[in-house]
T-cell receptor, first 115, second 116 residues
């Protein structure tokens, strides 16, 4: 199984709402990632988890809160977002954080619109 | 600092034509990894290939081929006999091997449109 799944596929939320994005992989990968992608731009790294611990936070605003409940799941909790946070949010996983065979496998993304 | 340049913003070809997507990278590391990803309109980034810096052997996979030239810091991607399903944005990416965590740097992407 080489699949990363993400739910929901689409999400529309107001600036006062609280919502969560979910990501799951069953490839036994120990590193998981959140990326944000604006239209016509490459993905931008937000967070990296390795062995369920937060390894990298790319100076992301606190209105985005990641969580890794177990090795297969990755959540992104959203609160008090701004319209400029509207984007495609991509989850990815790789075998390990470091090492030669670290291609990342991406999920289909959640297209988020903040009104 | 690492950098990936995809100079072609958009390319249009007619179905069955061959097309080459260019990728030029900069890095100070002697060990690094290069990737190509495909992003169709649905949004998912699909991994296509990884190439290690110490392996300059070119690779062919069906209609896809990759030409890695360390001397010119290029990792170009050719699609032979293009099909409409090849229409997507293609990203070249670089991962250096320095320290514990190796951040992936993506190029800005090349949008390929294959016209039937």
């Amino acid at each position: 199984d080489t699949e990363v799944t993400q739910t929901p596929k689409h999400l529309v939320m107001g600036m006062t709402n609280k919502k969560s994005l979910k990501c799951e992989q069953h490839m036994g990968h120990r590193a998981m990632y959140w990326y944000k992608q604006k239209a016509k731009k490459p993905p931008e790294l937000m967070f990296v988890y390795s062995y369920e611990k937060l390894s990298i936070n790319e100076s992301v605003p606190s209105r985005f809160s990641p969580e890794c409940p177990n090795s297969s799941l990755l959540n992104l909790h959203l609160h008090a977002l701004q319209p400029e946070d509207s984007a495609l949010y991509l989850c990815a996983s790789s075998q390990e954080l470091a090492g030669p065979y670290n291609e990342q496998f991406f999920g289909p993304g959640t297209r988020l619109t903040v009104l | 600092a690492q950098k990936v340049t995809q100079a072609q913003t958009e390319i249009s070809v007619v179905e069955k034509e061959d097309v080459t997507l260019d990728c030029v990278y900069e890095t100070r590391d002697t060990t690094y990894y290069l990737f190509w990803y495909k992003q169709p309109p649905s949004g998912e980034l699909v991994f296509l290939i990884r190439r290690n810096s110490f392996d300059e052997q070119n690779e062919i996979s069906g209609r896809y081929s990759w030409n890695f030239q360390k001397s010119t810091s290029s990792f170009n991607f050719t699609i032979t006999a293009s099909q409409v399903v090849d229409s997507a944005v293609y990203f070249c990416a670089l991962r250096e091997r320095s320290g514990g965590y190796q951040k992936v740097t993506f190029g800005t992407g090349t949008k390929l449109q294959v016209i039937p």
